[in-house]
T-cell receptor
Framework: DAKTTQPPSMDCAEGRAANLPCNHS???????VYWYRQIHSQGPQYIIH???NNETNEMASLIITEDRKSSTLILPHATLRDTAVYYC??????????FGTGTRLTVIP | GAVVSQHPSWVICKSGTSVKIECRSL??????MFWYRQFPKQSLMLMAT?????????EQGVEKDKFLINHASLTLSTLTVTSAHPEDSSFYIC?????????????FGPGTRLTVT
């Protein structure tokens, strides 16, 4: 499974859009991009996933570049409850999820 | 939907005793369940993968005789930490997977904090 690179931390003002980047330059054609987040002392929460098209759900949007080597998770209106560590993971099928160090997002009032 | 529970949420035990942690998928059948461990300020590390009715597959460096995994049904998996020691103190998290290969989703439990004294 391809590895990912994320910035270690980011701040975002409450109410503004949070854009979290992820590089996955070694991604292969059948690998999906998944995003999870972990709020302190809780289990990870699934956010969204995609293969090559952009995706949107009630939590976030996922923008994947045409070459699929990077993606951006967008939280359109960040709230204080969105403060968490966000993990970008690239996987094929039902294999283990490799949780890297993720991005610690802090939403500032 | 897709709720995974863990019990207990926290446990304190004495060194040398065994502790059992339960993981249940409440509203779906999970073909595969995973067990992770997370030390303070570190990321999650996969310990083992289990499919219902078969033996678990352990990651390198994880002692299968120390961390016993039983996956008796499509909604229940248990992790037993045998002869626990203080270095086993950690946050243990399970997840349950559903869906077909390539587009499945893992749903995580809330975690169990184990403290071995």
């Amino acid at each position: 499974d391809a590895k990912t690179t994320q910035p270690p931390s980011m701040d975002c003002a409450e109410g503004r859009a949070a854009n979290l980047p992820c590089n996955h330059s070694t991604i292969s054609g059948n690998e999906y991009v998944y995003w999870y987040r972990q709020i302190h002392s809780q289990g990870p929460q699934y956010i969204i996933h995609g293969l090559k098209n952009n995706e949107t759900n009630e939590m976030a949007s996922l923008i994947i570049t045409e070459d699929r080597k990077s993606s951006t998770l967008i939280l359109p209106h960040a709230t204080l409850r969105d403060t968490a560590v966000y993990y970008c993971i690239v996987i094929r099928g039902a294999n283990n999820l490799f949780f890297g160090t993720g991005t610690r997002l802090t939403v500032i009032p | 939907g897709a709720v995974v529970s863990q019990h207990p949420s926290w446990v304190i035990c004495k060194s040398g005793t065994s502790v059992k942690i339960e993981c249940r998928s409440l509203d779906f059948q999970a073909t595969t369940m995973f067990w992770y461990r997370q030390f303070p300020k570190q990321s999650l590390m996969l310990m083992a993968t289990s499919n219902e009715g078969s033996k678990a597959t352990y990651e390198q460096g994880v002692e299968k005789d120390k961390f016993l995994i039983n996956h008796a049904s499509l909604t229940l998996s248990t992790l037993t930490v045998t002869s626990a020691h203080p270095e086993d103190s950690s946050f243990y998290i399970c997840s349950a997977a559903t869906g077909t290969s390539g587009t499945y989703e893992q749903y995580f439990g809330p975690g169990t904090r184990l403290t071995v004294t």
